[in-house]
């Protein structure tokens, strides 16, 4: 069965740093999604990618947040300049339409 | 008024019985509907969406919209222990045309 995987697993970095996590959506999905969840809180969206640009994002998502589909399997958010708080669990999400989606295993981030 | 409220639980029934959760939301106008599983540490599994009111069968799972009371409930028939996670209801909302709104989940336990 097809999944969306996620790479890597858990990425340490030092505050200030630049941090790219990777995702390689479900093939023929269409709709790829970031979305992350601080520990003990809820799952907040932060952005949707659609036709190669970005079709909606959220107030987390402000310019030290970017995302890229380099080729045409690989989904990409970077970090610019990382904070504390963005401390997380970043999943990758893909889905067919503007529908199901389904959730990569996640990254999960500690910035130090 | 939270865009997506559901009960933090725990909820907890023994093996064999059924659980009910329950979620309610505040627009009206919502389409979409989503029940995602996350065990303890990993990522938000997809198990039922409903986009019409009325009932939706799905092997051991129900899921129940009723938009003119804005609610919308999962029923877990047979639950075993291994159903034990929390349950998440996500909600595409007016205006948005794929972002998930999520609850903070229902945590179930099923007890032996």
């Known amino acids: 069965e097809p999944e969306v995987t996620q790479t890597p697993s858990h990425q340490v970095t030092q505050m200030g740093q630049e941090v790219i996590l990777r995702c390689v959506p479900i093939?023929?999905?269409?709709?790829f999604y970031w979305y992350r969840q601080i520990l003990g809180q809820k799952v907040e969206f932060l952005v949707s990618?659609?036709?190669?640009?970005?079709?909606?994002k959220s107030e987390i998502f402000d310019d030290q947040f970017s995302v890229e589909r380099p080729d045409g399997s690989n989904f990409t958010l970077k970090i610019r300049s990382t904070k504390l708080e963005d401390s997380a669990m970043y999943f990758c999400?893909?889905?067919?339409?503007?529908?199901?989606?389904?959730f990569g295993p996640g990254t999960r981030l500690t910035v130090l | 008024q939270k865009e997506v409220e559901q009960n933090s639980g725990p909820l907890s029934v023994p093996e064999g019985a059924i659980a009910s959760l329950n979620c309610t939301y505040s627009?009206?106008?919502?389409?979409?509907f989503f029940w995602y599983r996350q065990y303890s540490g990993k990522s938000p599994e997809l198990i039922m969406f409903?986009?019409?009111?009325g009932d939706k069968e799905d092997g051991r799972f129900t899921a129940q919209l009723n938009k003119a009371s804005q609610y919308v409930s999962l029923l877990i028939r047979d639950s075993q222990p291994s159903d034990s996670a929390t349950y998440l209801c996500?909600?595409?909302?007016?205006?948005?045309?794929?972002?998930?709104?999520f609850g903070t989940g229902t945590r179930l336990q099923v007890t032996l």
């Open positions: 999400a893909s889905s067919l339409g503007q529908g199901e989606q389904f």
């Open positions: 093939s023929n999905h269409l709709y």
């Open positions: 990618f659609y036709n190669n640009e970005i079709s909606e």
């Open positions: 627009d009206r106008g919502s389409q979409s």
């Open positions: 409903i986009y019409s009111n």
């Open positions: 996500a909600v595409i909302l007016t205006g948005t045309a794929s972002k998930l709104t």
